[in-house]
Protein backbone atom coordinates (compact mmCIF):
# COMPACT_ATOMS: atom_id res chain seq x y z
CA UNK A 1 0.00 0.00 0.00
CA UNK A 2 1.46 3.19 -0.73
CA UNK A 3 2.34 6.21 1.78
CA UNK A 4 -0.20 8.31 -0.30
CA UNK A 5 -3.23 5.78 0.26
CA UNK A 6 -2.00 4.61 3.33
CA UNK A 7 -2.62 8.16 4.85
CA UNK A 8 -5.86 9.06 3.16
CA UNK A 9 -7.39 5.98 4.50
CA UNK A 10 -6.52 7.05 8.17
CA UNK A 11 -7.56 10.47 7.42
CA UNK A 12 -11.50 11.39 7.57
CA UNK A 13 -13.32 10.97 4.37
CA UNK A 14 -14.50 14.53 4.39
CA UNK A 15 -14.37 15.90 0.27
CA UNK A 16 -12.96 19.23 1.45
CA UNK A 17 -10.36 17.58 4.08
CA UNK A 18 -7.00 17.34 2.59
CA UNK A 19 -4.43 14.59 2.55
CA UNK A 20 -0.55 14.26 2.54
CA UNK A 21 2.25 16.20 3.38
CA UNK A 22 2.47 19.80 2.52
CA UNK A 23 4.28 19.33 -0.96
CA UNK A 24 1.82 17.00 -2.29
CA UNK A 25 -1.37 17.37 -1.23
CA UNK A 26 -4.13 16.25 -2.76
CA UNK A 27 -8.10 16.29 -1.88
CA UNK A 28 -9.58 13.20 -1.08
CA UNK A 29 -12.15 13.67 -3.80
CA UNK A 30 -9.19 13.54 -6.49
CA UNK A 31 -7.96 10.40 -4.43
CA UNK A 32 -11.15 8.50 -4.74
CA UNK A 33 -11.00 8.92 -8.62
CA UNK A 34 -7.24 7.78 -8.34
CA UNK A 35 -7.79 5.02 -6.73
CA UNK A 36 -11.11 4.03 -7.91
CA UNK A 37 -12.10 3.86 -4.44
CA UNK A 38 -16.54 3.94 -3.29
CA UNK A 39 -17.86 4.99 -0.02
CA UNK A 40 -21.01 4.97 1.93
CA UNK A 41 -22.49 8.10 4.18
CA UNK A 42 -21.71 7.11 7.39
CA UNK A 43 -25.45 7.28 9.64
CA UNK A 44 -25.28 8.04 13.15
CA UNK A 45 -27.69 5.95 14.24
CA UNK A 46 -28.78 2.53 15.71
CA UNK A 47 -28.31 -0.81 14.68
CA UNK A 48 -31.33 -2.49 13.91
CA UNK A 49 -33.21 -5.78 12.64
CA UNK A 50 -36.86 -4.97 11.58
CA UNK A 51 -38.95 -8.28 11.89
CA UNK A 52 -42.33 -8.23 11.07
CA UNK A 53 -44.11 -11.98 11.09
CA UNK A 54 -47.46 -13.14 12.05
CA UNK A 55 -46.26 -12.33 15.96
CA UNK A 56 -46.13 -8.82 15.25
CA UNK A 57 -43.13 -5.80 14.26
CA UNK A 58 -40.12 -6.22 16.51
CA UNK A 59 -36.87 -4.13 16.07
CA UNK A 60 -33.94 -6.15 17.68
CA UNK A 61 -30.71 -4.40 18.60
CA UNK A 62 -27.34 -6.12 18.22
CA UNK A 63 -27.92 -7.79 21.49
CA UNK A 64 -31.06 -9.07 20.81
CA UNK A 65 -33.39 -5.85 23.09
CA UNK A 66 -36.55 -5.35 21.07
CA UNK A 67 -36.89 -1.46 20.57
CA UNK A 68 -40.12 -1.15 19.02
CA UNK A 69 -41.72 0.68 21.85
CA UNK A 70 -38.96 3.21 21.78
CA UNK A 71 -39.34 3.96 17.68
CA UNK A 72 -43.32 3.69 17.04
CA UNK A 73 -42.96 5.61 13.72
CA UNK A 74 -40.42 3.26 12.47
CA UNK A 75 -43.07 0.45 13.71
CA UNK A 76 -46.32 2.14 12.08
CA UNK A 77 -44.36 2.11 8.51
CA UNK A 78 -42.66 -1.71 8.53
CA UNK A 79 -46.65 -2.04 9.17
CA UNK A 80 -47.49 -0.14 6.41
CA UNK A 81 -45.68 -2.67 3.86
CA UNK A 82 -47.04 -5.00 1.91
CA UNK A 83 -45.52 -7.92 2.69
CA UNK A 84 -46.78 -10.54 5.56
CA UNK A 85 -42.89 -11.09 6.50
CA UNK A 86 -39.80 -9.46 6.08
CA UNK A 87 -36.26 -8.76 8.11
CA UNK A 88 -34.74 -5.56 7.15
CA UNK A 89 -31.23 -4.82 8.07
CA UNK A 90 -31.14 -0.92 8.84
CA UNK A 91 -30.15 1.54 11.09
CA UNK A 92 -32.49 3.85 13.53
CA UNK A 93 -31.26 7.52 12.31
CA UNK A 94 -32.60 11.06 14.16
CA UNK A 95 -32.14 13.62 11.60
CA UNK A 96 -33.02 17.63 12.00
CA UNK A 97 -35.32 19.72 10.22
CA UNK A 98 -32.30 19.99 6.94
CA UNK A 99 -32.55 15.95 7.51
CA UNK A 100 -28.56 15.66 9.14
CA UNK A 101 -28.42 13.15 11.49
CA UNK A 102 -28.13 14.26 14.58
CA UNK A 103 -27.12 11.21 17.34
CA UNK A 104 -27.94 13.43 20.53
CA UNK A 105 -31.38 13.85 19.03
CA UNK A 106 -31.95 9.65 18.84
CA UNK A 107 -30.46 9.72 22.31
CA UNK A 108 -32.86 11.96 23.86
CA UNK A 109 -35.77 11.96 22.01
CA UNK A 110 -35.91 8.30 20.78
CA UNK A 111 -39.63 8.86 19.53
CA UNK A 112 -39.20 12.37 18.04
CA UNK A 113 -40.89 12.61 14.30
CA UNK A 114 -37.63 12.57 12.67
CA UNK A 115 -36.29 9.39 13.14
CA UNK A 116 -35.91 6.99 10.34
CA UNK A 117 -34.94 3.72 9.75
CA UNK A 118 -32.58 3.19 6.71
CA UNK A 119 -32.24 0.10 5.38
CA UNK A 120 -29.12 -1.51 4.16
CA UNK A 121 -30.29 -5.54 3.26
CA UNK A 122 -33.84 -6.93 3.06
CA UNK A 123 -32.80 -10.59 4.22
CA UNK A 124 -36.11 -12.13 4.03
CA UNK A 125 -39.65 -11.12 2.01
CA UNK A 126 -42.44 -13.53 2.36
CA UNK A 127 -40.64 -15.96 4.16
CA UNK A 128 -38.06 -16.94 1.49
CA UNK A 129 -34.35 -15.70 2.08
CA UNK A 130 -32.94 -12.96 0.07
CA UNK A 131 -29.62 -12.78 1.41
Not at 10 to 27: F, I, Q
Request: charge should be neutral; hydrophobic fraction near 35%.
Amino acid sequence: MSSQLARAIRSSLHPDREVGNPKERKRLEDLSQEFNWIHEIKHDGYRLMARRNSGGIRLLTRNGYDWAPRYPLIVETVDRLKVRSCLIDGEAVACDENGLAVFERLRLKPSGKHIFLYAFDLLELDGQDQS
